[in-house]
Nanobody, 127 residues
Framework: QVQLVESGGGLVQPGGSLRLSCAAD????????MTWVRQAPGKGLEWVSS????????KYADFVKGRFTISRDNVKKTLSLQMDSLETEDTAVYYC????????????????????RGQGTQVTVSA
């Protein structure tokens, strides 16, 4: 059974930092492209960042580029998202996600609907 368990969310002031973590189990982690998606209040799911199977290639949405850093540890089966220079617009539930099928290339990232997600962790950026 696939398990994706996020942690690290919370309340932070604008300009602050948070580090999200995701513990994965129940599937061969190293064989899956991993992704962070988010859902702001009243809005749909939004792709944030993805990382290739070997962790050597990453991609980011324009609105987080230069502020967020995605990483993975294939031995510990964990996914992380370092979030710096947070803005109020970053307030959302953040989900760790895996593609539904293995060996997907970061050159063609599947849609958010083609991912399995965890339960999410709330990030609130507010003064």
């Amino acid at each position: 059974q696939v398990q994706l368990v996020e942690s690290g969310g919370g309340l932070v002031q604008p300009g602050g930092s948070l580090r999200l973590s995701c513990a994965a189990d129940g599937f061969p982690f190293k064989d899956y492209l991993m992704t962070w998606v988010r859902q702001a209040p009243g809005k749909g799911l939004e792709w944030v960042s993805s990382i290739a199977l070997d962790g050597l290639a990453t991609k980011y949405a324009d609105f987080v580029k230069g502020r967020f850093t995605i990483s993975r540890d294939n031995v510990k089966k964990t996914l992380s998202l370092q979030m710096d220079s947070l803005e109020t617009e970053d307030t959302a539930v953040y989900y760790c996600a895996k593609t539904k099928s293995p060996y997907r290339s970061i050159l063609k990232i599947p849609s958010v609907d083609d991912h399995d997600r965890g339960q999410g962790t709330q990030v609130t950026v507010s003064a």
